[in-house]
């Protein structure tokens, strides 16, 4: 970790970090992005009419109307947190993302933090504010380890998240990847807590199941179900934010499963 003061001091100081850590070549930096500071302003007149209408609704007698307003109070409370989070992560402006070819550099608050793809774990959180929300209304948050082994967290107020997520999470499976099916075809045991994987078995704890029984690996609502053939129970199902390096791990499981069928077949 380096410390840095002023934006030209950080620049210089991540250009080191970068050369040091041998991240490779520059691709590009994110900074905080821009939220409309009146965004708030609809939860807070939500939450007004809800309390109007739960007022009136159990003044004159209508429970029902008196609970249809609490419900809209509270989906505007809920909302109001949403935006004034919003809001509170874009105006964290001495924070930037640098990424390398080799891995990130994190700044914020003049502390920097390097990141390399073929030693790092990612672990990610991704939330809709609504069934087809706008860019504004997704929540984003990547948990990722820097090279002194600590946690670095990037959040939605970093512009363009869907875009640095998906090349953070490139980047380490290409670093990681043939690593990873390389320790695999020497017969190694690998970890994604709690799942575990082998060339012969998916494991999920103490219980563990060959690949020609496995069904398939779903993912809904951000919860990830491990199907077993002639089984109603999942092998495991849990969210997918407490999954280490989840593409990885997914890769190495399609292809195990794919190679699993392909003999079963033949």
Same mark, same amino acid.
């Given at each position: 970790?380096?410390?840095?003061?002023?934006?030209?001091?950080?620049?210089?100081?991540?250009?080191?970090?970068?050369?040091?850590?041998?991240?490779?070549?520059?691709?590009?930096?994110?900074?905080?992005?821009?939220?409309?500071?009146?965004?708030?302003?609809?939860?807070?007149?939500?939450? &007004?009419?809800? #309390?109007?209408?739960?007022? #009136?609704?159990?003044?004159?007698?209508?429970?029902?109307?008196?609970?249809?307003?609490?419900?809209?109070?509270?989906?505007?409370?809920?909302?109001?947190?949403?935006?004034?989070?919003?809001?509170?992560?874009?105006?964290?402006?001495?924070?930037?993302?640098?990424?390398?070819?080799?891995?990130?550099?994190?700044?914020?608050?003049?502390?920097?933090?390097?990141?390399?793809?073929?030693?790092?774990?990612?672990?990610?959180? #991704?939330?809709?504010?609504?069934?087809?929300?706008?860019?504004?209304?997704?929540?984003?948050?990547?948990?990722?380890?820097?090279?002194?082994?600590?946690?670095?967290?990037?959040?939605?107020?970093?512009?363009?998240?869907?875009?640095?997520?998906?090349? #953070?999470?490139?980047?380490?499976?290409?670093?990681?990847?043939?690593?990873?099916?390389?320790?695999?075809?020497?017969? &190694?045991?690998?970890?994604?807590?709690?799942?575990?994987?082998?060339?012969?078995?998916?494991? &999920?704890?103490?219980?563990?199941?060959?690949?020609?029984?496995?069904?398939?690996? &779903?993912?809904?609502?951000?919860?990830?179900?491990?199907?077993?053939?002639?089984?109603?129970?999942?092998?495991?199902?849990?969210?997918?934010?407490?999954?280490?390096?989840?593409?990885?791990?997914?890769?190495?499981?399609?292809?195990?499963?794919?190679?699993?069928?392909?003999?079963?077949?033949?």
């Amino acid at each position: 970790m380096v410390t840095s003061g002023g934006d030209s001091g950080v620049t210089g100081a991540v250009g080191d970090a970068a050369e040091r850590a041998m991240l490779g070549r520059y691709l590009r930096t994110y900074r905080p992005g821009h939220v409309d500071a009146r965004r708030p302003l609809l939860g807070a007149g939500v939450i &007004a009419a809800g #309390i109007v209408v739960a007022v #009136i609704g159990f003044a004159v007698g209508l429970p029902a109307v008196g609970v249809l307003g609490i419900v809209v109070l509270l989906a505007g409370a809920a909302r109001l947190l949403w935006d004034l989070g919003l809001l509170g992560s874009a105006h964290q402006r001495g924070s930037r993302l640098d990424l390398y070819q080799h891995g990130v550099v994190a700044s914020d608050g003049g502390q920097v933090r390097v990141v390399r793809y073929d030693s790092t774990t990612v672990r990610r959180k #991704i939330v809709h504010a609504a069934k087809d929300p706008a860019a504004e209304d997704v929540s984003y948050r990547y948990t990722i380890m820097d090279t002194d082994g600590e946690p670095v967290v990037l959040r939605h107020g970093i512009e363009c998240p869907r875009q640095w997520g998906a090349q #953070i999470e490139q980047g380490i499976l290409d670093a990681q990847l043939p690593v990873a099916q390389a320790a695999l075809d020497a017969g &190694a045991r690998l970890e994604f807590a709690p799942m575990w994987l082998t060339s012969a078995e998916l494991g &999920a704890g103490s219980e563990s199941v060959p690949w020609s029984q496995v069904g398939d690996l &779903a993912v809904v609502g951000g919860w990830l179900s491990v199907r077993v053939r002639g089984r109603a129970q999942p092998l495991e199902s849990l969210p997918l934010c407490l999954m280490p390096n989840y593409m990885v791990f997914r890769a190495l499981a399609e292809r195990l499963h794919a190679t699993s069928a392909a003999g079963s077949a033949g």
